[in-house]
């Protein structure tokens, strides 16, 4: 495993000072010839380097602030293996000790019932209240009305709500349904057909190394995203690197190193400055090593913090320096529970960075699981921007591929 960690002491004083270094190295990062773009960047090759040992005993690590608990070990986690290059970077290894594990963890196709019904279990609220609707009734006008209301509850929108029941009383007409239970298949069936053209499959091994940036607001789920991703990718067969983009927030860098433990794969870090130059080393070191798959973290920001939006079209433009075409993938993390906001969310880290992905989380308890037929409508102009994974859960099972038709039925509790 190789572990990588600048040390640099300047720490960002406010946002304002913050703003004003990042415009001078945007600038200079620019301005840049390619070649020269490390030492630009404000990086030496010097500054990367294999961590030492002792190296870790300067890192400020914020112990309230360990994710241990919210982090599942997968069931078949094993020791950490004898490693040569065990993970330096980690202040106390021994505390990674029942988590690492060198297994691949995703599911095998034999576990896909259990996630079904992860799924369905995690989506339960908005499964009840809208499956629910057809127990014991007879179908007729209220039918269609109580149903509108619930879509509209589930966050589906005014646009997808009435494509939905446009089309339901059409096939109802058509096909004579008078059963409660036949409206509601065929609701199943609609809704599948709705979600559809969100459903994409990942390209892995689209590039090599696929470089992938990964955004979202403060808490959506990025990094834990990331670390269960890093599994999965791991799984089939790809060489994993982590770039922890974060760079202000120790407790972020923190994350990404146990997940990058956990995996068994290296991490670019760095202790404070520029993002944009962690993105740019993890791309070359990714290149360096023949990753097949570079995943880059970044810090929260809301679509409202403007120089932070700028500081994130940096990062990406700073990433097509070191590859003309990377980042291959640009995914948004949205939090299923935002409802109707995620659409916002949509619509602004869009316009900053051309998104190619989504990624929704906390599917699990949500009310508001009708946000992604909004997102297939064009709710508000948003564009629909492809679902790659859902998460239902903290475990690395519980981020699973989008798959339209499932996700339809577990939106109807079935
Ligand atoms: N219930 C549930 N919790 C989740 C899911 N995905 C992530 N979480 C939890 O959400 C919390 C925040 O996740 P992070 O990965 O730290 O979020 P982040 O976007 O990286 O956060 P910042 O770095 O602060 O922007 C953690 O406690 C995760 O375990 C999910 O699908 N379901």
Do not use: C
Request: glycine residues 8%.
């Amino acid at each position: 495993m190789f572990s990588f960690f600048k040390k640099k002491t300047q720490k960002p004083a406010d946002d304002a000072g913050q703003a004003a270094k990042e415009d001078s190295v945007d600038q200079e990062v620019d301005q840049a010839d390619p070649a020269a773009l490390p030492a630009a960047a404000g990086v030496t090759e010097s500054d990367v380097q294999a961590i030492e040992p002792e190296a870790t005993q300067d890192m400020v690590i914020e112990p309230e602030a360990r994710p241990v608990e919210t982090v599942d070990p997968p069931p078949e986690a094993q020791p950490i293996p004898a490693v040569e290059e065990a993970p330096e970077i980690v202040p106390d290894p021994e505390e990674h000790a029942v988590a690492v594990s060198e297994t691949p963890a995703m599911p095998a196709p034999a576990e896909k019932g259990s996630w079904l019904s992860r799924l369905k279990k995690g989506l339960s609220r908005t499964g009840q209240s809208l499956g629910g609707l057809f127990v014991g009734v007879k179908v007729d006008e209220s039918l269609f009305e109580e149903l509108e209301t619930a879509l509209i509850m589930a966050d589906a929108g005014v646009e997808a709500t009435g494509k939905l029941l446009t089309a339901l009383r059409a096939r109802v007409r058509k096909e004579r349904l008078e059963d409660a239970g036949q409206v509601k298949a065929a609701l199943r069936d609609i809704l599948a057909d709705h979600l559809a053209p969100l459903e994409k499959t990942f390209p892995l091994g689209k590039a090599t190394p696929l470089v992938v940036m990964i955004a979202g607001v403060n808490g959506a789920g990025k990094t834990t995203s990331i670390g269960k991703l890093a599994n999965h990718f791991q799984a089939q067969g790809a060489k994993v690197l982590l770039a922890a983009g974060d760079t202000f927030r120790a407790a972020a860098r923190e994350q990404l190193v146990e997940w990058g433990a956990r995996n068994n794969v290296a991490v670019i870090a760095q202790d404070g400055g520029d993002p944009a130059a962690v993105a740019f080393d993890a791309v070359n070191a990714g290149r360096a090593r023949e990753a097949g798959v570079v995943m880059i973290d970044t810090a929260g920001r809301l679509p409202t913090q403007l120089h932070l939006m700028e500081e994130l079209k940096k990062i990406k433009r700073v990433i097509g320096k070191a590859d003309d075409a990377a980042p291959h993938e640009v995914l948004l993390v949205i939090d299923g529970n935002t409802g109707q906001n995620a659409i916002a969310q949509i619509r602004a880290f869009d316009a900053a960075l051309n998104l190619t992905g989504l990624v929704v989380t906390k599917l699990d308890g949500t009310a508001k699981g009708g946000t992604l037929a909004a997102v297939a409508a064009g709710s508000q102009g948003v564009r629909p921007v492809p679902v790659y994974w859902i998460g239902v859960g903290e475990s690395l099972h519980d981020l699973q591929p989008f798959v339209a038709k499932e996700f339809a039925a577990a939106l109807l509790g079935d």
